[in-house]
């Protein structure tokens, strides 16, 4: 009988330990508080579907269309031909103290060149301004020198720079307007430097070549990698 009696309390013992068990388990899942966030979101959706019942479909398809993008023109526009019409379709250039240096420096160095050869130069004086490397300005850059001599050399050639070629300057000119005035750069593919095949400088080696044009071979710093 007293086994009895202790195996009946024992079972009583359990039986109320998994039902004490059971109400912590309850009270714990009712102050959960992401389930009163759910029961909210649940109200909301509710609401806002209902809302959106009220809105007629064309006005729903004007809210969920996106906006038309704008193109920005910039510097990667549409390629110029650099052909006799374009040259024709100029209006006549001037331009202050950096529009002359920049077109005396085509005149000068590369009004052999036709169109094309002066504006891939202009091209290269544009980047070298736009180089931390260089002059800042385009006077600064076409009349730069070191102990070894000009990067121009008819800056520095003991000539005088008189313009006796009237239509090779009005050619120049407009095209370093054209440069100046935001004309796409993308004959010589970021160069800074160039050369004639007459001279091959120790220099070339260590850069890339871009592009050959007429007379003149073009070339850039190679670009750095973090792996460099």
Avoid at 6 to 32: I, K, P
Avoid at 52 to 81: D, F, N, Y
Avoid at 132 to 145: D, E, L
């Amino acid at each position: 009988m007293s086994v009895l009696k202790c195996w009946t309390g024992a079972a009583f013992a359990v039986l109320a330990l998994a039902g004490g068990v059971h109400a912590d388990m309850t009270v714990s899942q009712s102050n959960d508080p992401t389930a009163a966030i759910g029961v909210g979101i649940t109200d909301l959706l509710g609401q806002e579907k209902n809302a959106l019942g009220l809105v007629s479909s064309a006005r729903m398809q004007a809210l969920v269309t996106p906006p038309a993008l704008k193109k920005k023109a910039g510097k990667a526009g549409a390629a110029i031909s650099y052909d006799d019409a374009w040259l024709a379709a100029q209006p006549a250039a001037k331009g202050g103290e950096q529009f002359q240096c920049l077109a005396q420096a085509l005149y000068f160095e590369a009004r052999g060149e036709g169109i094309v050869g002066q504006a891939a130069v202009g091209e290269v004086i544009l980047n070298r301004v736009e180089s931390a490397t260089f002059p800042s300005t385009i006077c600064g850059v076409v009349n730069q020198s070191n102990g070894r001599g000009c990067q121009f050399s008819y800056t520095c050639d003991g000539r005088a720079d008189r313009i006796h070629e009237p239509a090779a300057w009005s050619e120049a000119g407009k095209i370093a307007r054209a440069l100046m005035d935001g004309a796409p750069r993308s004959l010589t593919d970021g160069a800074t430097y160039f050369h004639t095949p007459a001279v091959k400088p120790a220099w070339s080696r260590r850069f890339e070549r871009t592009a050959r044009i007429g007379r003149h071979i073009f070339y850039r710093a190679p670009i750095k990698s973090a792996m460099n």
